[in-house]
């Protein structure tokens, strides 16, 4: 287990992720108003669901019957995909389609540099988001404003002066292996928003203090992917069994053979199942599912520290860590 504990606050969630504020390595995901249109992505230009129908002539008749089109999906942010997203799990997944009539459709939080926002995941980790917020306002202010915030600038400041702000010693080596990577070339902005989901797994992880959760998190709320399954955020496991009527909760292993029907759009298929968990488990606390007044983040940071007091007997036999909402420990 890794990530270090620190005092805190309370997070939460609203848009594309969980609900109220629980703590754990988030990234921050800026819950997205509503209201106001999503920024495109710098990104290279993805088609959108398209049934590729290009055969090989070389390949016998009797193969080519057995050929499945392949549907590529574009950034949700760009316009009118997340409509499209909708609709289609609606027709995909009769138990889902209930849910995307009940809960208003997610939002997505306006784009940030790759580096800016991992640099927030990591120091958002396993904090309230109140406590998270604050170190990261004064973050920025060490740095002269987010503009600012780039590998060497990250690099120049020692695990002092991030001391003084409120970093941990071990999230200050993270902060400073991120830019490494970035300044050594292994990593860049555009490499990041052009790499395909499974090498930009691959090469995130790599990072220390990253781990499968916020890499997830990072590609749905930064990124804006549209098909990323988070199979150890405890509440998509707990929404999936509750959706299926399943008699134990499934493994991460498991999900994505459970999830398959949502492809191309798990991304957005999650968002649906975390306020459907929120729903289910809104308290005196006042949890309100797709209020738009409320950050995504705030609410999902919510969920998860509410699930890691109530759960933690849900311990992963083969990841050896705890899901617990958000997986606390995700960092490397």
């Given at each position: 287990m890794a990530g270090e504990s620190e005092s805190a606050a309370e997070p939460n969630p609203n848009t594309l992720t969980p609900s109220n504020p629980p703590?754990?390595?988030?990234?921050?995901?800026?819950?997205?108003?509503?209201?106001?249109?999503?920024?495109?992505?710098?990104s290279r230009p993805r088609k959108t669901r398209k049934l590729s129908n290009t055969v090989d002539p070389s390949l016998p008749k009797t193969q080519i019957s057995t050929i499945v089109p392949r549907i590529v999906?574009?950034?949700?942010?760009?316009?009118?995909?997340?409509?499209?997203?909708?609709?289609?799990l609606k027709s995909s997944d009769p138990l889902l389609s209930p849910l995307i009539e009940t809960y208003p459709p997610p939002t997505l939080e306006l784009f940030q540099p790759p580096f800016l926002a991992l640099t927030k995941s990591i120091l958002f980790q396993?904090?309230?988001?109140?406590?998270?917020?604050s170190i990261y306002t004064r973050f920025i202010s060490l740095?002269?404003?987010?503009?600012?915030?780039?590998?060497?600038?990250?690099?120049?400041?020692?695990?002092?002066?991030?001391?003084?702000?409120?970093?941990?010693?071990?999230?200050?080596?993270?902060?400073?292996?991120?830019?490494?990577?970035?300044?050594?070339?292994?990593?860049?902005?555009?490499?990041?928003?052009?790499?395909?989901?499974?090498?930009?797994?691959?090469?995130?992880?790599?990072?220390?203090?990253?781990?499968?959760?916020?890499?997830?998190?990072?590609?749905?709320?930064?990124?804006?992917?549209?098909?990323?399954?988070?199979?150890?955020?405890?509440?998509?496991?707990?929404?999936?069994?509750?959706?299926?009527?399943?008699?134990?909760?499934?493994?991460?292993?498991?999900?994505?053979?459970?999830?398959e029907k949502w492809k191309p759009y798990?991304?957005?298929?999650?968002?649906?199942i975390w306020r459907f968990v929120e729903a289910k488990g809104a308290n005196s606390k006042g949890?309100?599912?797709?209020?738009?007044?409320?950050?995504?983040?705030?609410?999902?940071?919510?969920m998860q520290q509410q699930q890691q007091q109530q759960h933690q007997q849900f311990l992963d036999p083969i990841n050896g860590i705890l899901n617990v909402g958000a997986c606390a420990w995700d960092s490397n």
């Open positions: 703590s754990t390595d988030a990234i921050n995901i800026v819950p997205l108003q509503t209201h106001s249109p999503p920024t495109k992505l710098p999906s574009r950034s949700l942010s760009y316009e009118g995909e997340l409509e499209s997203a909708i609709n289609y396993q904090l309230a988001y109140k406590a998270g917020s740095c002269g404003g987010e503009s600012n915030v780039v590998p060497d600038m990250v690099l120049g400041l020692t695990p002092q002066q991030l001391r003084q702000i409120g970093v941990s010693a071990r999230k200050a080596s993270y902060l400073h292996d991120l830019a490494r990577k970035y300044q050594n070339g292994i990593l860049s902005d555009k490499s990041i928003v052009d790499m395909d989901d499974k090498s930009l797994f691959t090469m995130l992880t790599m990072v220390n203090g990253i781990g499968s959760w916020s890499v997830h998190m990072f590609m749905i709320f930064s990124l804006h992917r549209p098909d990323v399954l988070p199979i150890h955020d405890l509440g998509i496991r707990k929404g999936v069994r509750m959706l299926y009527g399943l008699e134990d909760l499934p493994r991460p292993s498991q999900m994505d053979q459970l999830c798990r991304s957005v298929a999650s968002w649906y949890n309100v599912v797709g209020n738009s007044d409320v950050s995504l983040q705030q609410q999902m940071l919510s």
